[in-house]
């Protein structure tokens, strides 16, 4: 049975949006797409590619899916890590508008989230990887279906966009598992989900 792995970039006042480039994700009159940018170096490249080679398939929202779909079916070079996985590996969605996807391999998931969510993982080797899709995380972290969370922080606050954890989030703790600093100051934490907050009293 696989797990349900999630890599998320945020800044430090937790927005998602548009990490990689000006037009990626426009919404909301948000203007600094491509805020990753300038944190790239060989350490950051390294994570990515590690972790790509850990895939078995792809989970992702519909707007993520959009944007992956626009771009890496045109990356065609065998010697990209991440091109060759999303391309070749199955690759899920989860819409209810999305009919006849046209990236090869695609499948649409439009029913009960927890139940196909959860026959994904059972029926796939290696990690199911959901890369950026802030409200399908928060949707899978709050259903408990989520089991390691890859959350890069960048340096930078944005002081608007999307952010991923918002007010009515299911209270949820989760247990460090490993992480790193990259040359250029992005914090690369894992966090294995674990159950709910405990409390107390100093």
């Known amino acids: 049975m696989g797990k349900l792995v999630s890599t998320v970039f945020v800044s430090l006042d937790g927005v998602y949006q548009a990490p990689g ?6 919404s909301g009159g948000f203007g600094q797409g491509g805020w990753t940018f300038p944190y790239a170096d060989d350490d950051f490249g390294g994570f990515v590619d590690q ?26 070079d065998p010697g990209n890590p991440v091109a060759a996985k ?17 990236w090869a391999g695609t ?4 029913g009960d989230l927890a139940k196909e969510v959860q026959a ?14 802030g409200a399908l995380v928060r949707s899978l972290v709050n259903l408990g279906l989520i089991d390691t969370l890859h959350l890069l922080t960048f ?9 991923l954890f918002v007010e009515g989030a299911v209270p949820t703790r989760f247990k460090h598992a490993g992480g790193t600093v990259t040359g250029k100051g992005v914090s ?13 009293s100093f």
Do not use: C, M
């Open 21 to 26: 480039g000006p037009e990626e994700d426009t």
């Open 51 to 76: 972790s790509f080679r850990r895939a078995g398939a792809f989970l992702l929202g519909r707007h993520t899916y959009d944007i992956f779909a626009g771009y890496w079916p045109k990356v065609t």
């Open 86 to 102: 999303l391309n070749a590996l199955p690759k899920y969605v989860v819409s209810a508008t999305v009919q006849n996807p046209e």
């Open 107 to 110: 499948t649409v998931l439009s």
């Open 120 to 133: 994904l993982k059972e029926r796939t080797e290696g990690e199911v990887q959901l890369h950026g899709s």
């Open 155 to 163: 340096p930078v606050v944005l002081g608007e966009g999307r952010r």
């Open 188 to 200: 690369i934490q894992t966090y294995d989900l674990d159950g709910r907050p405990e409390y107390g």
